[in-house]
């Protein structure tokens, strides 16, 4: 049995899409559309091994620390004249988003081979989980029933899957 620290950075370019395209809600009538986008650009751990080695085979599990970028944004639109600007006809009122990088955690677990003296390769695969990112819009429109603004809070819960093979120099 063995134990160990590693420390890695990655660039991701993940991007995640959801268009609900125009529907209607079943309690206002009224049509609506949601667009939401959320980018990982770059994906960082610090984590501690603990393993067990055969010849020259180690099976490990991992676990650590977990940083990223994220980058979300939120198109709201709905049918009704609110004087915001009018796509695909529609009035988009709440758009907006957040840039932040966040700390998670992140586990997993993966199988190495010194091929070898100071070579390996390995197959690893990692869970990772940032909690919630919580946001707000505000309506645009001009003609906002009250004159008030219109405030709406929006919270993204993610997750990151990562399984990867690479080539190890051991120093």
């Not at 393993?51 to 970028?69: C, K, M, N, P, S």
Request: glycine letters at 14%; hydrophobic letters at 35%.
């Amino acid at each position: 049995m063995g134990a160990g620290r590693q420390g890695d950075f990655n660039y991701l370019g993940n991007d995640a899409s959801r268009d609900t395209g125009n529907y209607v809600e079943a309690v206002s009538g009224r049509t609506v559309r949601s667009i939401d986008d959320i980018k990982m650009h770059w994906l960082a751990t610090i984590r501690g091994r603990i393993g067990w080695a055969f010849d020259r085979v180690l099976v490990y599990a991992t676990g650590g620390l977990a940083i990223t970028r994220l980058d979300i944004s939120k198109q709201f639109a709905w049918d009704f004249s609110d004087g915001c600007t009018i796509l695909n006809g529609l009035n988009e009122c709440h758009v907006g988003g957040s840039d932040t990088t966040r700390a998670g955690w992140t586990v997993g677990g993966g199988l190495e081979w010194a091929f070898a003296p100071n070579w390996s390769v390995k197959a690893e695969y990692l869970y990772a989980d940032f909690g919630n990112t919580s946001y707000s819009t505000t309506n645009s429109g001009t003609g906002f029933i009250g004159g008030q603004a219109q405030v709406a809070t929006h919270t993204v819960s993610t997750t990151l899957q990562v399984a990867r093979v690479g080539v190890n120099f051991h120093f």
